[in-house]
Structures are given as C-alpha cells and as structure tokens.
C-alpha cells in the first residue's frame, strides 16, 4: 500500500505537498476576469483549498477554442494573488513562458499533452519553483514517472506527480482515472501523487465520488476545477464544480480523511 513516509514533501509557498496532510488545489480552468479568479479564490479558499489554479495559457484541441488571456492578465493575477495570500499553480505550454511568469506563479503546471516535452522538462529543472507533471493520457505508468526524471535530473527535485485519467475503450466519460496509476506511483516514486478528477471524469456531478477515492487511495491531494459561474466558462464548464458543489463535497471529503486519520492542508 501507499507508504506515506518515503514520500519527499515539495513546497508551494507555504504550502507542504506529501506529508501527512492532505492538499487540495482548486480554481477555473482558465483564468477569464480578474472578478472570477477573485471570487473564486475567496471561495475556494473559504471551503479548505490552500492553493489556487488557474490557466493563463490553454492547450485547446481546437484552434476556435478560448486560448487563455496570456500576458493581459498578468498585473491582475498579481494584484488577487496578493489579497488572497494563497499561491498559485498554472501551466506553462512554451519553454519561453517560464521566464515571464517566474513573478506571478509560486508552481508550474506541465499539461498532460506535454508530458513527452522533454526540452520543456528540462527547462522546468532548471528553475527552483515546483514543477506539477501530469500524466499523458495515453502514457504508461513508466513513462510518466521517467518523464519526472527529466525535471530532478537538472536539480529540481520539487516534482509532483498528477493523475488525470487516461483514454479507454469507455467514452461515456471524458477519460478513466487510474487509480491504479496513483497507487502504483505511490509506491515506485518517492514524489507526492496528486489527482485530477475534473479531467479525468469530465462530468461535474461525477467529481465528488472521485475525489473522495483518491483522498482514500492515498493520494497526497487533488486539484479540481471550480467556476462562479459553470455554464458560462470559457473552458471546461462541463466539468467544473459550482462553489456550492465545492463546499459540499469538502465537508465530505474531510470525514473520508478523518478516516484515514489525515487532515486538510490550510492556506
Ligand atoms: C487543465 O488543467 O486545465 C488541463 C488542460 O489539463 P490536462 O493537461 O490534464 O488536459
Ligand atoms: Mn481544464
């Protein structure tokens, strides 16, 4: 089983990823107003998440899908960030977009279709912010945990690990979240192992029940997708969590950890 003690803690902000207690990462998909990442965060926070996510730029299968806001939103990013007092984790899809959030982000999110980007992996490792790695979805196991290696092998050992579901047979579902993937991980990595439900699942009524699996599977946290506003998203909508649903499904996830004799991480 999962064996919490060899796991190395990686730091966001103030935040510690893979010791006892458990972390919950929670924010938009993408980041559309400085009024949704404000609210959201207030939110988010409110209910027990102590960091925030929020996409700046986005890997759209379609070209006519929302981009992100890119390099407009970054003095507003700056100014909610500092009100909330909650770090931030987004995803850089260009080696050229670490530099320029360097001030903004406190962790670098890898998206799953960039987890064979190795000249990105490497430019990851060799900056000292935590770098999250989520897996591809039609990656082995294997392949997720070598990838890793390309970030710690240049000197950054501070790498989370990020299940997201895979592609399957099944197509009622967005993908399939393999738990298996977390608990092997888990086991065969000394890195913390966070997930997705979101994206793995794709349904929001569906990413409660998930959540609380992984807190049970022994994942070290999860990172979910919560809008104001979910039918009117950008990105994602689909998927994302109301701040009502949110708050519900914390206050039942902290018992599933209760259970485990694990608590919640606080900002
Ligand atoms: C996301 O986190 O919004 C995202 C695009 O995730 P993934 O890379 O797992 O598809
Ligand atoms: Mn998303």
Redesign the pocket.
Known sequence: MADQNKTKVVTIGTIQIGGPKFTVIAGP??VESETQLRETGVSVKASGASIL?G?IW???TSLKSFQGLGEESFQFIRKVKSEMGMPLIS?VTDARQIEEVSDIVDAY???????HNYALLKELGRQPKPVML??N?SAFIDEWLKAAEYITNEGNEQVIL?E??IRTFETATRNTLDLNAVVYAKKHSQLPVIV?P??AVGISELVAPLCYASAAAGADGL?V?VHPSPATAL??GQQALTFESFDKMMRQLEKVLNAFDRGLNRA
């Open positions: 998909c993408s996510r996409g986005k890997m759209r995803e999110q890898v998206g799953a279709r960039n987890m989520k897996r979805f990020c997201r579901g997705d979101s994206h990172i997708e990105s994602d």
